[in-house]
């Protein structure tokens, strides 16, 4: 059993940035499909982006053009570079594994099943 161990979070201004890490231990990009999820008080939880094994990448609309997710393999780290953050991006971010080379659709929170604690990401306005 591996673990997921998320951080980087904090508390920035709106129109930011910041970086989250994750370390994965035993579970690795070159046989998971890694991906990062958020969820906001009173929300559910959401697909944020994912990383296939050869590094192609998807994100959730909100995510494109400001969100960037990216793995080391050599670290067995996952990262989300996040810019330009809006109020809207006041969360707990969750890195997650599950089985598999590729991130196919749907990639959405309940066909993940392997999950790091959160951390805490609060955007002021």
């Known amino acids: 059993q591996g673990h997921l161990v998320a951080s980087g979070g904090g508390s920035v201004q709106a129109g930011g940035s910041l970086r989250l890490s994750c370390a994965a231990t035993?579970?690795?990009?070159?046989?998971?499909?890694l991906g990062w999820f958020r969820q906001a008080p009173g929300k559910e939880r959401e697909g944020v982006a994912a990383?296939?094994?050869?590094?192609?990448?998807r994100y959730a609309d909100f995510a494109k053009g400001r969100f960037t997710i990216s793995a080391d393999n050599a670290k067995n780290t996952l990262y989300l570079q996040m810019n330009s953050l809006e109020s809207e991006d006041t969360a707990v971010y969750y890195c997650?594994?599950?089985?598999?080379?590729?991130?196919?659709?749907?990639?959405?929170?309940?066909?993940?099943?392997?999950w790091g604690q959160g951390t805490q990401v609060t955007v002021s306005s």
């Open positions: 997650a594994a599950r089985l598999g080379y590729y991130c196919s659709a749907p990639w959405g929170p309940k066909t993940f099943g392997y």
């Open positions: 035993g579970y690795t990009n070159r046989s998971h499909c």
């Open positions: 990383i296939d094994s050869d590094g192609s990448s």
